[in-house]
């Protein structure tokens, strides 16, 4: 399995304000993943931005691709709404949207799917977790609480989106209450730097990954990733393993 994460920044390049999202979805298109996780993605089209006859962000990046999708819908202000969302080449078994905000300034969830392949269930989390370290704190609380009340031991499980920790605080507590692994710190040995895109300082954006073997894993934070997002986007090539926790190939 082929898996992308990508805080998306709503479709608008970061510098200039420019709406992007048929640059973006170009981009997206040619990394071929089967899975792509989103991040501050609109429910809507910003008005006149595409003349386009698919209402939404998530549909219009989807269309032909990824004929499957689920939308988690956090922020709701007067020109629209955006959240998280992923894009599938396979049918989702069911997906809900788990409201996890700390504060009124920002709005956040849990998009908890389930695919089924090959005859196993394989759960996803797409997340964008707050600026603060204490909201993140409780947000880290509500997803341990969801993944073991929700997610079978045995069950492949990946967490991916915009985690906000530069800290790098979240990867032992994943490791020690749920067995999670983080994608770039096993094929890497290290945390990769994705934030801001054009000279990554900062691990925001991470896979972690629960019984999977991890192929292959990239920071797209090349031409043309940074003239769109702030966010690099990451790639990871990913195969569903018996072991517990997540290990390198090979």
Not at 38 to 50: A, C, K, N, T, Y
Request: hydrophobic fraction near 40%; glycine fraction near 8%.
């Amino acid at each position: 399995m082929r898996i992308l994460t990508y805080n998306m920044h709503k479709g608008f390049c970061f510098y200039s304000r420019q709406y992007v999202l048929r640059e973006l979805r170009e981009a997206i298109r040619k990394v071929d993943a089967d899975v792509v996780f989103l991040q501050e993605v609109m429910g809507v089209h910003p008005v006149d931005m595409l003349p386009d006859d698919l209402d939404s962000q998530f549909e219009y990046l989807a269309d032909e691709i990824w004929p499957h999708f689920a939308y988690g819908k956090n922020a709701i202000y007067s020109s629209g709404n955006h959240g998280n969302a992923i894009l599938s080449k396979h049918p989702f078994s069911a997906f809900e949207n788990i409201n996890i905000s700390t504060n009124k300034l920002e709005q956040r969830g849990l998009l908890h799917a389930t695919l089924p392949i090959h005859g196993r269930d394989v759960h996803l989390v797409c997340l964008h977790l707050d600026l603060l370290e204490r909201g993140r704190r409780q947000q880290m609380q509500s997803l341990v609480k969801r993944v073991r009340e929700n997610v079978p031991g045995d069950s492949p499980l990946i967490v991916a989106g915009d985690f906000n920790d530069w800290q790098k605080k979240v990867s032992d507590p994943l490791a020690e209450q749920l067995g999670m692994g983080e994608s770039g710190v096993i094929f890497t040995g290290s945390h990769a730097k994705t934030f801001p895109c054009w000279r990554p300082l900062l691990a925001l954006d991470r896979v972690y990954i629960r019984r999977f073997a991890i192929h292959d894993y990239q920071v797209l934070s090349g031409v043309p990733w940074r003239r769109m997002s702030d966010h690099a986007a990451v790639l990871t090539e990913l195969e569903i393993t018996d072991d517990p926790g997540g290990r390198r190939a090979g």
